[in-house]
């Protein structure tokens, strides 16, 4: 029986970009290089907690990148967080923001094809919502992380929590 979708986004989430780095207790550092990273003399500080890992594979949810570092998730985040390698939704080259969406939210549909989802990203707005309400037929859960704070207990606990009747449910892959 295939659990709900779990979309996960590395910057804002996972690497709280906006915090400094005193708000960041259990956290460490990687100076990493993405492709299109815009300063090849400097690499990028990824703020992650290793403990995330553990704690995402402990939810009830098929994991699945939703994040522009696309593959690179799971060369460059996932071994840090000691998760497997991750299936990855392909985001659009060009983004379309249409009826003022985040340019994820009809790629994450479309994605599901009818399954529910859970969404963890920093970029997540009401018209998301409402929009995901009216046209995805499964139960979603689209739940902004301050990209100051990223993941905390409480967000594992909603994620976990939700919905419950879902765990009864066998859904169609």
């Known amino acids: 029986m295939p659990h709900p979708l779990l979309f996960i986004d590395v910057d804002g989430p996972l690497n709280p970009f906006r915090a400094g780095p005193s708000d960041l207790e259990g956290y460490t550092v990687h100076r990493m290089r993405p492709t299109g990273w815009e300063s090849p003399a400097r690499p990028l500080d990824v703020w992650l907690n290793p403990d995330h890992g553990e704690e995402l594979l402990a939810l009830p949810y098929e994991l699945v990148w939703a994040t522009t570092w696309e593959d690179e998730a799971n060369t460059m985040i996932g071994p840090v967080l000691g998760l497997p390698e991750l299936p990855v939704v392909k985001l659009p080259g060009v983004l379309d923001a249409r009826h003022g969406l985040f340019f994820k939210t009809p790629v994450l549909a479309e994605y599901a094809q ?43 606990d909603l994620l976990a929590d939700w919905p419950p009747a879902l765990a009864a449910v066998d859904f169609p892959r």
Do not use: C, M, Q, S
């Open 114 to 156: 009818g399954r529910p989802f859970a969404w963890i990203d920093d970029g997540i707005t009401e018209r998301d919502r409402v929009w995901l309400a009216r046209n995805h037929i499964a139960d979603v859960l689209p739940h902004r992380i301050d990209p100051a704070v990223g993941l905390w207990e409480k967000d594992f």
